[in-house]
């Protein structure tokens, strides 16, 4: 009876030190890194974390995929703030930004942009740059705001005949993901995700190497993908991803945006074309390359370019392609305004 005693106490005590070390790091995590942006309150206690660099017009805005937060855009947001305003943000329930407190599909994400930019002072035109999810993002931003849009890149978006409702086969995975992210959930709040992600990251790569080889077929693959994608962005970013992915709520958010996928889906294969507004659609090579009609539903001049030595991340593979992409879609739209005028 005493020893189950004190396993329970020592069980406890366990408890309350990894909720503690999860507290303390998470106030130092954003004391280290989300210095350099700024918090921009959009209305019902929401906040929305936005990254500046850079001066001049248009703004190229970057809107990053499903789970990713701003730093995914570092390398390429500084290489465009040489030049032209780079603006890169969280959405709500991700990173640095508070939780979600609306589904998060396209319509409300691109609404609680919109207040943001406005709410921030951050002047149109913008030149909208989206990754995966981040591209229905764009597009559906493009097409509540037109006349703030000047042109628009899409990273290899996503499409929405692969996801449930349209394809019904894929519920299973959703359903997976939620079950694995409401097991992180209390694993972060304890200390637990903390310690294994800047391993996985950060430190001990021979020990990171062990987790993933432990972990069971379906979450060694999510676990190597996580490990090899991060590792192709700056590396003096990986501390700050590690502390997004040390927290419980960046775990509530990614079930938040998986809960929302069809609803997702069934908004953006209603959605019209982008009309009048440039669109640079790049397709990776394992990718079967989009048709015409799927270009045509996209918007009406909307073109498409193959990313040959590059997978999903095209910005992470070939991140040149992506800034030549996004200086010509800025050069058009200059133009384009310069005979407006």
């Known amino acids: 009876m005493h020893a189950a005693l004190w396993i329970v106490a020592l069980a406890a005590i366990i408890l309350l030190a990894g909720v503690l070390y999860q507290w303390i790091g998470g106030l130092r995590d954003r004391q280290r890194y989300a210095e350099p942006g700024r918090w921009v309150t959009i209305g019902n206690g929401a906040r929305l974390y936005l990254l500046e660099m850079g001066a001049g017009a248009p703004t190229v805005l970057f809107e990053a995929g499903f789970g990713a937060t701003h730093l995914n855009w570092r390398a390429i947001q500084e290489s465009i703030a040489q ?23 396209p319509g409300n994400i691109a609404h609680e942009l919109h207040q943001m930019l406005h709410r921030a002072g951050v002047k149109p035109p913008f030149i909208l ?9 764009v597009r559906r931003y493009a097409l509540l705001y037109p006349n703030e849009v000047a042109g628009v890149v899409l990273i290899d978006p996503m499409r929405c005949d692969e996801w449930p409702p349209l394809d019904p086969a894929k519920q299973s995975q959703l359903d997976l993901g939620c079950r694995l992210i409401r097991f992180a959930i209390p694993v972060a709040s304890c200390g637990l995700a903390r310690l294994l992600v ?4 950060c430190r ?8 993933v080889g432990a972990a069971g077929a379906h979450k060694r693959h999510v676990l190597t993908r996580i490990k ?3 590792r192709k962005m700056p590396r003096k970013v990986w501390p700050a991803v590690a502390a ?29 074309p982008i009309r009048e507004i ?9 990718a079967a390359p989009l048709s015409q009609q799927h270009l045509d539903r996209i918007g009406d001049n ?38 407006a005028d």
């Open 83 to 105: 030049y032209a305003c780079a603006a890169s943000y969280d959405r709500c329930g991700l990173g640095w930004s508070s939780r979600s407190r609306t589904a998060r599909t």
């Open 129 to 137: 740059v989206g990754h995966s999810f981040g591209g229905l993002v």
């Open 198 to 201: 800047s391993l996985l990251f």
């Open 204 to 211: 001990a790569s021979h020990i990171s190497d062990q987790i």
């Open 228 to 230: 090899t994608e991060v």
């Open 244 to 272: 997004h992915w040390s927290r419980p709520g960046f775990y509530a958010g990614i079930r938040s945006h998986i809960l929302s996928i069809p609803q997702t889906v069934t908004e953006m294969d209603g959605a019209g």
């Open 278 to 286: 440039p669109v640079t659609v790049l397709t990776p090579s394992n």
């Open 302 to 339: 909307a073109r498409q370019v193959i990313a040959r030595k590059s997978e999903h991340w095209i910005h992470l593979d070939e991140p040149e392609l992506v800034i030549d992409s996004i200086r010509s879609t800025m050069a058009a739209a200059v133009a384009e305004a310069a005979v």
